[in-house]
Each structure stands twice: as structure tokens, then as C-alpha cells.
């Protein structure tokens, strides 16, 4: 009898990003080979450094967007800036990442015949119009606003998942992720939650965007990445999509109370005008997610600002 493990060769594009780097950590924590792929773009080689000395572990700088030739079993496609300053920078390039990446990765995965995972987003439901959103929701996006080049290059990525699925009989699994945070969000993408507890560990003012009664449901990493696997590793017929975040949903100025009452800050609260395009509500229905994975979040929005207060506080007194 074998009774040893053969490891997975597991691709990740975008490694060395925020989710990315837990993921990688996740994945040779439990006994796989790890090939992070990543242009560092938004990511940094600090979210990975730990990981250097590993022997199951591979760095490799490249762009999504050119062709890539490697040998994996599963490839994890979360490569794309995430945040609104990052992916609004070059709107070209977002697309292009979203699109081009795609294609790529899905011919790899046709060609070495390996499963492969998309990280698609909430912002697939754009503004919606039903509330909470589930996966049968068929979104309201503005095709060609300041955030078009993120929902749409997401959707388009959708698109070409489902026709390889049903054209060349691929492995997929998509999952549509909601507002996740945690430790190695980069301190200056402007993501609410970096922003806020920034802003209140330097005792500046809290930018709250609009009157902050927008909603948003924030996700502790950890709980995602758990998502992600048991997606991955679950029947073949689960393709997805599936909705992966957190349903407890809050308005932006109750995080804003939350993190001052946390740190403790001497910050005040000041009203800036709200972007273009900003979704009024977001709150994800993970019931599929529950019925087909046995998953749902365990970390409570408290529980993980404290370990992300942490992180940044240590982050700021470093540098
Ligand atoms: P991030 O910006 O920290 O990570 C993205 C990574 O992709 C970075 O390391 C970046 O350098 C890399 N990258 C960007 N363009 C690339 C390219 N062309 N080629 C190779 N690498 C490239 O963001 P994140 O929060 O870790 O997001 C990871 C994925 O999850 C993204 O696809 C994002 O759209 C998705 N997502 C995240 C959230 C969230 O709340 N964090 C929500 C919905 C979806
Ligand atoms: N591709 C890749 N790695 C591979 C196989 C394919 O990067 O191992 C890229 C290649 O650029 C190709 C794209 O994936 O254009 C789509 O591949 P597919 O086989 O679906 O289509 P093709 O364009 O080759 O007909
Ligand atoms: N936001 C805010 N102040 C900030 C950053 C963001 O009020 O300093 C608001 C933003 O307008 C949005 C919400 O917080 O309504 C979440 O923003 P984020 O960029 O984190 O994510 P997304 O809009 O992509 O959900």
C-alpha cells in the first residue's frame, strides 16, 4: 500500500498580494508544493519573505497577461489589483489582467489538464438592486464608469470560466468574494478598513466617504482563504459561482466607530464627498456557500479588527 502523500503542485497567480500570501501559506502548510506567480504590481515580496526558505515553495515575477508554461495539478487565479486607487491607476491593464489572465490561465489549466479557481468579485452585482445578493442575481453594472475596467474585466472573466467549462470540459470553480481584510492589506490602497484603522492608530481624521450610510460586509481573511479550500476541493459539479464573505453588514460610519472605540484613537470623524459609482449596500447571502462547502464565517468583525490593529500597529512602529 502507498501510503505516502504526493504533494499538489498548486499554481497561484497574484502570491505575493494580501489574500494571495495567506493563501500560499495556507496551501504548504498543508503539505503542497506552491508556485506564487505575481508581477508585484500591488503585492510585495514582504507578504511572502517568510515563505523564501521554503523548499516547496517557488517565486516566479511574471505577468498574468503573457502566456505562461509551467506543469501544476490546481492554479488559484486571484491576480488583479483589488482596490479602487490600485485598479483605477491603469484601467487598461485591469482589464487586460481580468481578461488576458484568463485566457491564459485557462489554457494552461486545458493544456496540463489542472483545476483551476477564479477569484471573481462582489462587484460582479455592481450596484444591486436586490438585496441581500445571491448568486442568481445578474448584477447592475455601469459598463463604462471609473469602476468599469474591475466589474466588467470580473465578469468578462466569468464569461470565459463558464465557456471553457462547457467548450473544453474544464475543472472550474469561481467563487464571487465580498469585502475581505486582515493583516498585510497594503497600508495605502484606500480600502476602507487600512484606511480607517491607519488613520486611527496616527491619530488623523477618519475619512468617511458620502454620510457613510452605505453597507458593506467585511470578511476576515482567514475564514475566505478556509473558503477558497474547501471550494476547491469540492465535487466536480460545484463550479460556482458562489458567493464566499461575511453577511454581518454595517454602515461605513459604524466601522469608523467601531475602529476609534478599538484603538482608542483621538481621531474625529470628517465627511468627504462619496466616489462615483460606490455601491449603496452590499451584503453577501452565503447560503449556497453553506449548503454545498459546510462553510460560513467564524470570526466576528471585533475579532478580526483587533488582529488587524495589531498588524498595522506593529506595521507602523517599524517603519
Ligand atoms: P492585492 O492587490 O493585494 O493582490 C493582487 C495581487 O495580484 C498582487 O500581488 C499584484 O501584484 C498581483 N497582480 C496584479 N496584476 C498582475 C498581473 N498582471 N500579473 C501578475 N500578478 C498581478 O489584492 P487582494 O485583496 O489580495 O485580491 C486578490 C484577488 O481577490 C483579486 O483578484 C481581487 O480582485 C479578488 N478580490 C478581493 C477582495 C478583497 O476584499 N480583498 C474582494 C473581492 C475580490
Ligand atoms: N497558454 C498558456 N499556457 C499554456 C497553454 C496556453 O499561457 O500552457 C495561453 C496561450 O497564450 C493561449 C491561451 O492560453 O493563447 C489560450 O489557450 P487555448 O489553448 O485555449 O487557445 P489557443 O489560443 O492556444 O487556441
Ligand atoms: N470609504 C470611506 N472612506 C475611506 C475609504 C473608503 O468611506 O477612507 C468607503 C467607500 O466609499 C465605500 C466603502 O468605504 O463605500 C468601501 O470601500 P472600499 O474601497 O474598501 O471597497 P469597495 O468600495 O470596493 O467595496
Redesign the pocket.
Known amino acids: 500500500m502507498n501510503t505516502i502523500k504526493t504533494r499538489k503542485r498548486i499554481l497561484i497567480t497574484g502570491g505575493a498580494g494580501f489574500l494571495g500570501s495567506h493563501l500560499c501559506e495556507r496551501l504548504l502548510n498543508e503539505g503542497n508544493d506552491v508556485l506564487c506567480v505575481d508581477n508585484f504590481f500591488t503585492g510585495s515580496k514582504d507578504n511572502i519573505l517568510h515563505l523564501l526558505d521554503n523548499p516547496h515553495f517557488e517565486l516566479m515575477r511574471h505577468d498574468v497577461t503573457f502566456?505562461?508554461?509551467?506543469e501544476v495539478d490546481e492554479i488559484y487565479n486571484l491576480a488583479c489589483p483589488a482596490s479602487p486607487i490600485h485598479y483605477q491607476f491603469d484601467p487598461v491593464q485591469t482589464t487586460k489582467t481580468s481578461v488576458h489572465g484568463a485566457?491564459?490561465?485557462?489554457?494552461?489549466a486545458?493544456?496540463?489538464k489542472a483545476k483551476i479557481f477564479q477569484a471573481s468579485t462582489s462587484e460582479v452585482y455592481g450596484d444591486p438592486l436586490v438585496h441581500p445578493q445571491k448568486e442568481d442575481y445578474w448584477g447592475h453594472v455601469n459598463p463604462v464608469g471609473i469602476r468599469s475596467c474591475y466589474d466588467e474585466g470580473k465578469r468578462c472573466a466569468e464569461t470565459l470560466f463558464f465557456d471553457?467549462y462547457r467548450q473544453?470540459q474544464l475543472k472550474i470553480k469561481v467563487a464571487r468574494i465580498f469585502n475581505t481584510y486582515g493583516p498585510r492589506m497594503h497600508p495605502n490602497d484606500g480600502r476602507v478598513v487600512s484606511n480607517f484603522i491607519v488613520q486611527a492608530l496616527q491619530n488623523q481624521p477618519i475619512t468617511v466617504y458620502g454620510q457613510g450610510q452605505q453597507t458593506r460586509s467585511f470578511c476576515y481573511a482567514d475564514d475566505l482563504i478556509d473558503g477558497f479550500i474547501r471550494l476547491m476541493n469540492s465535487a466536480d459539479e460545484i463550479t460556482g459561482p458562489i458567493n464566499l464573505g461575511n453577511p454581518g453588514e454595517f454602515t461605513i460610519l459604524e466601522l469608523a466607530e467601531k475602529v476609534i472605540a478599538l484603538t482608542g484613537s483621538a481621531s474625529q470623524i470628517v465627511f468627504k464627498p462619496l466616489p462615483s459609482d460606490d455601491p449603496l449596500q452590499r451584503q453577501p447571502d452565503i447560503g449556497l456557500a453553506t449548503e454545498k462547502l459546510g462553510w460560513k464565517p467564524s470570526i466576528s468583525l471585533q475579532e478580526g479588527l483587533v488582529k488587524t490593529i495589531q498588524y498595522f500597529d506593529n506595521l507602523l512602529k517599524r517603519s
Request: glycine fraction near 6%; proline fraction near 7%.
Open positions: 502566456p505562461l508554461y509551467v485566457i491564459n490561465m485557462l489554457g494552461l486545458k493544456r496540463v471553457y473544453h
